[in-house]
């Protein structure tokens, strides 16, 4: 089977250059290969995943990150609001056409129009749609299409508008009460995945940085995962893959966890020592098998795994690799390594080069770097 990642050894430089320029590149790319559109066709609505939305949401947080930074003439908060024009979505944009997690397009619209405007009454709006999906069983209770994406919106909602938070608390507790009442083997296309996007890590992640005092009910869920982990430092994607643990990217394997751990870790005072341990042996399998052969992005590919490093000389390393010089290079090189994978998504914000090279860029000095669309909030 072709191996996923490759080697680059030093004198590979694992000098990054200057972060600053990168950023306003990437964020220039978006703008003028992603414009803001009067309308949208349907097909581009896939909520804070892809399309205009998740656009907006990034720009939103790269104006409260450096409120300093034009581009193309323009301070992000303008291109914010640009891609969130009324109207642009058209008049029938179904509820729950994608699930009720972050791929829906109705409610993470809605959720962003509330942190780019801040009004209470779009809060209302909101939160009177996550109210009707809330009867319906069938949805999942992963991050993508399901319940733990709800309470991530609902979180960003009452991060970004002062004063949110009587009117999405009782919508939080509702929907925790019922993933919880659902796990803890909570399962996606009838399979147990344990990964960040998809799986029970994501789950609890959002359980419990929504509501902090759920931990101890997690807890024991968390120490099962934390027995999950392999010899080699990665987690299998699913339970029914057993030892086949191949995966070493945000969405399934050792970056996810890192992540979430490193999250987590304040609200589990008596598993510091067990999160320590586990956080070292993956991110050494994200040292030895992270330098992934798929194009740069946080789900699929390098920028992710990068910000599951300590900041220093091993997330440089990747970073290096990541730049926009050191990709087209590599590709000049051999045309089959960094091939796109966004699932043919025109912009998605966390699997396309350009969005996920803006966040990076953003936090990656950051001493505990947070993922977009997950720890960010």
Same mark, same amino acid.
């Given at each position: 089977?072709?191996?996923?990642?490759?080697?680059? @050894?030093?004198? *590979?430089?694992?000098?990054?250059?200057?972060?600053?320029?990168?950023?306003?590149?990437? =964020?220039?790319?978006?703008?003028?290969?992603?414009?803001?559109?009067?309308?949208?066709?349907?097909?581009?609505?896939? #909520?804070?995943?892809?399309?205009?939305?998740?656009?907006?949401?990034?720009?939103?947080?790269?104006?409260?990150?450096?409120?300093?930074?034009?581009?193309?003439?323009?301070?992000?908060?303008?291109?914010?609001?640009?891609?969130? /024009?009324?109207?642009?979505?058209?008049?029938?944009?179904? =509820?729950?056409?994608?699930?009720?997690?972050? #791929?829906?397009? +109705?409610?993470?619209?809605?959720?962003?129009?509330?942190?780019?405007?801040?009004? =209470?009454?779009?809060?209302?709006?909101?939160?009177?749609?996550?109210?009707?999906?809330?009867? &319906?069983?069938?949805?999942?209770?992963?991050?993508?299409?399901?319940?733990?994406?709800?309470?991530?919106?609902?979180?960003?909602?009452?991060?970004?508008?002062?004063?949110? $938070?009587?009117?999405?608390?009782? /919508?939080?507790?509702?929907?925790? $009460?019922?993933? =919880?009442?659902?796990?803890?083997?909570?399962?996606?296309?009838?399979?147990?995945?344990?990964?960040?996007? *998809?799986?029970?890590? #994501?789950?609890?992640?959002?359980?419990?940085?929504?509501?902090?005092?759920?931990?101890?009910?997690?807890?024991?869920?968390?120490?099962?995962?934390?027995?999950?982990?392999? *010899? @080699?430092?990665?987690?299998?994607?699913?339970?029914?893959?057993?030892?086949?643990?191949?995966?070493?990217?945000?969405?399934?394997?050792?970056?996810? %966890?890192?992540?979430?751990?490193?999250?987590?870790?304040?609200? %589990?005072? $008596?598993?510091?020592?067990?999160? @320590?341990?586990? &956080?070292?042996?993956?991110?050494?399998? &994200?040292?030895?098998?992270?330098?992934?052969? +798929?194009?740069?992005?946080?789900?699929?590919?390098?920028? #992710?795994?990068?910000?599951?490093?300590?900041?220093?000389?091993?997330?440089?390393?990747?970073?290096? &690799?990541?730049?926009?010089?050191?990709?087209?290079?590599? +590709?000049?090189?051999?045309?089959?390594? %960094?091939?796109?994978?966004?699932?043919?998504?025109?912009?998605?914000?966390?699997?396309?080069?350009?969005?996920? /090279?803006?966040?990076?860029?953003?936090?990656?000095?950051?001493?505990?770097?947070?993922?977009?669309?997950?720890?960010?909030?």
């Amino acid at each position: 089977m072709e191996q996923r990642y490759f080697t680059i @050894d030093p004198p *590979h430089p694992a000098t990054i250059g200057d972060t600053d320029q990168y950023l306003k590149a990437a =964020l220039e790319d978006i703008v003028a290969n992603y414009p803001p559109r009067s309308r949208y066709p349907h097909e581009a609505l896939h #909520g804070l995943w892809s399309g205009p939305t998740g656009m907006a949401y990034l720009l939103l947080q790269v104006s409260a990150h450096r409120p300093d930074l034009t581009i193309a003439s323009h301070p992000a908060i303008h291109w914010a609001r640009g891609y969130m /024009a009324p109207g642009s979505r058209g008049h029938n944009l179904g =509820l729950g056409s994608h699930g009720c997690g972050i #791929g829906d397009e +109705k409610l993470a619209y809605e959720a962003v129009t509330c942190a780019v405007f801040g009004s =209470l009454s779009d809060v209302r709006q909101f939160v009177s749609s996550v109210a009707q999906l809330m009867p &319906v069983e069938d949805y999942p209770d992963e991050m993508l299409y399901g319940r733990a994406g709800t309470l991530y919106l609902l979180r960003l909602v009452r991060r970004w508008v002062a004063g949110s $938070n009587t009117l999405v608390d009782p /919508a939080i507790a509702e929907i925790s $009460n019922t993933i =919880l009442n659902r796990g803890p083997r909570w399962k996606w296309h009838d399979r147990h995945y344990l990964g960040a996007v *998809h799986g029970d890590i #994501g789950i609890i992640t959002q359980l419990v940085l929504t509501t902090p005092s759920l931990a101890p009910q997690v807890q024991p869920a968390v120490e099962r995962l934390l027995g999950m982990q392999q *010899h @080699d430092g990665n987690w299998p994607s699913s339970e029914e893959s057993g030892s086949g643990g191949r995966l070493v990217q945000f969405c399934h394997g050792a970056p996810g %966890f890192v992540l979430s751990l490193a999250a987590l870790r304040p609200h %589990f005072p $008596n598993l510091h020592h067990r999160f @320590d341990a586990a &956080v070292r042996r993956a991110r050494e399998c &994200v040292r030895l098998r992270g330098m992934l052969k +798929k194009e740069p992005s946080l789900c699929h590919g390098i920028f #992710g795994n990068a910000l599951a490093l300590a900041p220093g000389p091993e997330r440089d390393r990747f970073l290096a &690799v990541a730049t926009p010089g050191s990709v087209a290079a590599i +590709k000049r090189s051999d045309p089959a390594v %960094f091939e796109r994978a966004d699932y043919g998504r025109s912009c998605s914000t966390t699997a396309s080069y350009a969005p996920s /090279a803006a966040w990076t860029w953003l936090v990656c000095q950051e001493e505990d770097a947070k993922m977009l669309i997950y720890t960010d909030v």
